[in-house]
């Protein structure tokens, strides 16, 4: 049996129906668990279950502050090892993102994973292009942004659902393996030619000056993380390439231009009225 964790979630829900859609013995764990889905609360240990769970899809738990999310991966880690898992499959960040506001966690969660003594797999994801999309600010008849003119190595939520499922249902010839699962690389100005409007860049400063005055319910370690983003897309450290993904998929990837113009277009004010 093949378990997704956080399978309620954007990622975990693609993966989950990936993987039943390939005719997988698959289920999901969750906090708010759906009917035949497994309850995992990663805060409440005593609810980490993985009895009969040959593969566990470790989809990482973030939206949390380092310690507590660092926390909960381990939580769930000492579950596999206790329940007798057979293989780990983390989905992680980005091996060129090391400089980034939540990179820390990854990394830490990537060493509790290798040193678990289970077989492991770490897919280092890319950052999606629907997020991409979706950090444009409409102002007036354009988009701004604090990415200048760097492109992102944007990559296509399902396509990475897509590969967890494809390295879950057969583990075995990725065990002990890294797969940089990375896009193709996308530019604010390419989203906003898509759009048919004007992009126009704006300092990192004034980026942050928005996030904290003038963005409600955004969590404290979000600002920092956005704000990290957006000066690692600027300033070209998040471009590269590598086939990882297309030799996972066994296909060329999606556009991921295409799913960024979606999301700020569905993010654009007129669409919400």
């Known amino acids: 049996m093949i378990l997704v964790t956080g399978a309620n979630g ?14 997988a013995a698959a289920t999901g764990g969750s906090r708010t668990p759906g009917e035949g889905m497994r309850h995992l609360d ?19 738990a973030g ?6 999310v660092v926390g909960r991966h381990a939580a769930l880690v000492d579950a596999a090892v206790r ?14 993102a090391d400089h980034l506001g939540f990179a820390l966690a990854h990394r830490a969660t990537e060493r509790l994973v290798r040193a678990s003594g289970l077989p492991w797999t770490i897919l280092r994801n ?14 007036d008849d354009g988009v701004e942004s604090a990415f200048g003119n760097g492109a992102l190595a944007a990559v296509a939520r399902e396509d990475l659902a897509d590969a967890a499922a494809a390295v879950a249902a057969n583990p075995a010839p990725h065990r002990e393996r890294v797969h940089d699962l990375v896009g193709t690389p996308i530019t ?10 004007p992009h126009r860049a704006i300092g990192l400063g004034e980026y ?14 979000q600002p920092p993380m956005l704000v990290s983003i957006a000066t690692g897309i600027r300033h070209g450290f998040l471009d590269g390439t590598a086939s990882d993904l297309t030799d996972l ?25």
């Open 10 to 23: 954007n990622l975990g829900s693609a993966t989950l129906a990936a993987l039943r859609a390939g005719g």
């Open 42 to 60: 990663f805060d409440d240990r005593a609810s980490l279950d993985l009895t009969g769970v040959s593969t566990l899809v470790l989809i990482s």
């Open 63 to 68: 939206y949390a502050e380092d310690d507590q």
């Open 83 to 96: 329940d007798g898992v057979d293989h780990i499959v983390y989905t992680s960040l980005t091996t060129a």
């Open 126 to 139: 890319g950052l999606y292009a629907e997020l991409f999309g979706g950090l444009l600010m409409w102002a």
């Open 188 to 197: 604010a100005g390419q989203v906003a030619d898509r759009l048919g409007v």
């Open 208 to 221: 942050r000056r928005r996030l904290l005055d003038e963005t409600p319910g955004l969590l404290p370690f």
């Open 249 to 273: 998929l066994g296909r060329p990837v999606g556009d991921p231009l295409a799913k960024a113009v979606a999301a700020a277009s569905a993010a654009r004010p007129e669409a919400s009225h």
